[in-house]
């Protein structure tokens, strides 16, 4: 069957959908930033240049916020700008505007800032190594069945993984319109992000008294986001609207890539430190003990609940009798991490991949057979203990391994590897994604959803969760009219507007269909009974007196679902989504250079909504996962790290394997997260087929030639 | 400096510095919106036209370089006929994620299909490995250009018989 069109398609292709930057209204200013340009240290003296007229620039500082200086975040500890103290690079000092760009860019790179340094931390691993470098709320979790070991066959091993940052790289960069109604006192931001509400949050904090009304709205199209534009928005909101607040003046402010690559959030990187107890001949997991750490950067910020996410992660695919994981941030001097499509997902599961893989490796059995062990299975416990109800992990194996020929040409590449130079894998890897916030989130959150009957026929429908590129607005249209049944193109979502919106949330944690999607269908039946009709169409027409209708549904979470925030324990997730992963690669050992060939992907994502779309968000999720796992490297030590796209080597066209997907449990009534787990598993998959390939086992990410180069070295000796 | 050049076919005059970027002419001079600006510097294809029927990133063209010449971009390649089959095929493999670099994919995949329509994988992902996607992974991206190919080809052969 042929997938409904996306609705935003033809205005995309044509350059007639308006982005951030196609913006512009009467008397608007160029604004832009000034930041901060060492790791740690003070600020002791700003020199503009001469020469130019101060008066024709409005200049923001901390000094001017009527509101709080303080970013909201779920940690509360970011400011909005600095005046003194340098935590990370890229913290911002002033706010420009000027009716001129090219002016206002001479100025800003002819302005110097006089520092006075300190000694910072920006490496990794001497952020994650170190205690000392603790902040925050250290997480724990427990969880202890009787032991089933035998005593006499133990084996207790210890692995270490670490991973880096990962730029996202959403090729539209961030921006923000900031327009003053000084009449109305409200401030108007319109902007490419997210989540409005959060927005609309940071801007009131900002502002304080000084505006009697916020109002957000996203641009028409949002340029990609991964996550990367879940909280940098709500700064970049706040220093725009301060200036045009300042001004008087509407004031956008568009950042160049260089700037976005350097100041805005990563992925977080990370240290994991397994310690397992196994039967220490088949490798069966009877106890793990699991120390997830991430870099958080220099400000916990929405750290804590990737941390959160990861250590719930962090067991993977796997039935394991005795866990104690713990989870801890490290500060270090580098600008803070945020959400990244998996939110500590990945990392926790490249670990916990990784280490099966290297458990099989030691021990000499097919990887393939260690996971069937220690699989997960409907009726076993998660580490929290929710009873696992809907598990179809062993399917997902099972269709991967048959798909992709695993068996056969497992034994076929080590037969290969005896008489080539060049060597083949094949590697596996499983994936499981929460849907939704985690614990108690989607609880307090309270997602309201509004559908509008219109006079014209029309059906409208109002969610704060936006189009970022994943196909969101044409799913939740779809799912509404799987009830309604009228042409496509007479249901639609509206453009988020927090003054008309209700608050379904922000867009993230695989939640827009899986949460808001499904109370929106219900919402839509609702509607359908009380109304009674047969065909809307027809009780539109015949019931004009009655329309516009505007119907809401609140979101309401299974009674039955209960978390404890302090010990872990209880229902973290309600539904999850399953998959498992088969890559296949070719290693050249002159050039220390991994190639993928193919890559099998089959998920459990529930019932499907629109197949082309789905597998859109599945290719592309691998493709970045693939960037993660191999070429994507920011890191050098002291900054600037990068100066554009040419240092940040990301996946292009012919870097692409052959990718199959396939869905499968699609009759399941309810349709899960879907855009995350694509990235959870492919990184370990391919890392797990370099050591079938090589023998040689690297726990750490991205598998550069000059990391492997390193690694080989190290294997020889 | 006065600059004449024809841009999707209609002849336009303008004065203005001769370094700037033929870019930023097009978006704010000339408020060609399909051209987008990500990278800046020639790596990411979003700001792609055809220029002299090549396709060109205009981050990289100044504005004197175009005297004379013929510019295409996105909103002109849309009303030529390869330039609606490839929309056409884009909308129904729903291709499209964000969108943000489509407008240049739009321009490669065009002067492919105009002048090799061959719906070869291989042959494609070289076409646009000048253009980077971080939404789509290219997978329905070439999908759809073979399918563009397979479509063209069959009407040029009604042409001829
Ligand atoms: S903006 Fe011109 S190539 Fe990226
Ligand atoms: S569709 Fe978003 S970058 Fe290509």
Redesign the interface.
Known sequence: M??Q??K????????????L??YTVPDMLQGYIIYTTIDRGWIRKINFPAGFDLQEFTIVSASDIPGKNIVPEPVNDQPFMTSEVVDNFGQVILGIAHPNREILKKFISLTRIEYERRNAVTDTKECLDNEANQFGEIMHLKHELAPTYNLRHLWKWQQIFYTQHQE??????QGMLAEYNIEKEEMKITGTMQCPFFVKDAVESIMGKAVKNVVIETSE??????GGKEDFPNLLAGVTALLAWKAQKPVKIVL??KDDLLITTNRHPSRVDIIAIMHDQNGFISKIDIDYRLDAGAFQTLSPVVLHRGILHATGGYNIAEVKIKGSLHRSNTPPNGAFRGFGAPQAIFAMESFIDNVAHRLSISPLRLRQLNLLKTGDQLPTSQIVTENHLQDCLDRVVQLSGYKKKFTDFQEYNKTNTVKKGIGLALGLHGGGYTGNGEKVLQSRVKIVLEKNGMVNIYVANVE????AHTTLAQMVNSIFKLPPEKVNVVIPNTSQTPNSGPTVASRTIYVVGNLLQKLAERIKSELGFADLKDHIAKNQNSFPQSFEEVFVPDPADDFDDITNQGVAYHDFSWAACVVEITYDPDLYQIRVDKCWNVLDVGKVI?E??A??QV??????ALGWALTENIYKKGYPRLS???DYT?????D?PE?KVEFIHTNSPVAKGLGEIPMDYPAPAVRNAFLQATGIMINELPLTPERIFAAQGRSKK | MTISFLLNNEPVTITTEPMRRLLDVLREDLKVRSVKESCGEGECGACSVILAGKPVTSCLVNIAQVEGIEVLTAEGISQTPAGKILIDCFEETNAVQCGFCFTGFLVSCWHYLTTTPVADAEAIKQAISGNICRCTGYVKIIEAVQLACQRINKEQSHEIS
Do not use: H, W
């Not at chain 1, 996202?168 to 960069?173: I, N, V």
């Open positions: 042929k997938s069109k996306r935003d398609a033809f205005a995309k292709l044509t350059g007639k959908c308006r982005f930057d196609d996202q790289a959403y090729l539209e960069p199209g949002i340029g990609g986001a991964f160049d890539r970022m590129g994943q196909g629109n082309g779309i597998l859109g290719y592309g999720g691998v493709v970045q554009g796209f040419t990301l996946p292009a066209s012919l692409i990718i």
